[in-house]
């Protein structure tokens, strides 16, 4: 089956740093990638997604890198912020259809 | 601007009762799923549909069932709950087809808890 994890499950970083969170998948035919944050309380809401022909896609303060060869994906914060606190899934997909998300990475900002 | 409801936040039942958690998108989303997330174990797929009145099993359909006779709305059924289906559920909503923006969509999920 398919099998999406994290590297670490807890990354604390001081406010104003950037943080890097990491992922690991095992589908080698996985095509489109996301990464959702979760804040207490709530859903997951997109942040960024990547498809499997770009390595790099930045967005407004994130950027989500991908290398296809060692099958690893991670997303970059740029200059963290208390409301940066949440919990980090990542999720791929080789048919679109469904998605396989990985047991989540909680992001803790220090002020 | 919300676009995946979930009719509850928060629920509380009794140990037997048949439960209903309601969902509704207003995207005109093709794909629906239910999702239970626990600690540590991340979300795990329930069912899901990508059509009215169509619905698979996911990874554990056991305890559940579904029912989507409308496009906007995928209502999950706990037939008789238990206190082992005290958890988060999450509703998602996607496209049906390939591409950029074709990621699921959340709802704000609803924690059930059976006493």
């Known amino acids: 089956g398919e099998s999406v994890g994290l590297h670490l499950p807890t990354l604390s970083v001081q406010e104003g740093d950037n943080s890097i969170i990491n992922c690991a998948y095992s589908?080698?035919?996985?095509?489109?990638f996301i990464w959702y944050k979760q804040e207490s309380g709530k859903g997951p809401q997109f942040i960024i997604d990547?498809?499997?022909?770009?390595d790099k896609r930045q967005g407004q303060r994130v950027t989500v890198l991908l290398n296809k060869t060692v099958k690893h994906l991670s997303l970059q914060i740029a200059a963290t912020q208390p409301g940066d606190s949440a919990v980090y899934f990542c999720?791929?997909?080789?048919?679109?259809?469904?998605?396989?998300f990985g047991s989540g990475t909680k992001l803790n900002v220090k002020p | 601007d919300v676009k995946v409801t979930q009719s509850s936040r928060y629920l509380v039942k009794r140990t037997g009762e048949k439960v209903f958690l309601e969902c509704v998108q207003d995207?005109?989303?093709?794909?629906m799923f239910w999702y239970r997330q626990d600690p540590g174990l991340g979300l795990r797929l329930i069912y899901f549909?990508?059509?009215?009145?169509?619905?698979e099993k996911g990874d554990i359909p056991e305890g559940y069932s579904v029912s989507r006779e409308k496009k906007e709305r995928f209502s999950l059924i706990l037939e008789s709950a238990s206190t082992n289906q005290t958890s988060m559920y999450l509703c998602?909503?996607?496209?049906?087809?390939?591409?950029?923006?074709?990621?699921?969509?959340f709802g704000s999920g609803t924690r059930l808890t059976v006493v």
């Open positions: 998602a909503s996607s496209l049906s087809g390939s591409g950029d923006g074709y990621g699921y969509t």
């Open positions: 589908n080698s035919a996985s095509d489109y």
């Open positions: 990547i498809r499997s022909n770009m």
């Open positions: 999720a791929e997909t080789p048919n679109f259809n469904k998605f396989y």
């Open positions: 995207m005109d989303h093709e794909n």
């Open positions: 549909s990508y059509d009215v009145k169509m619905k």
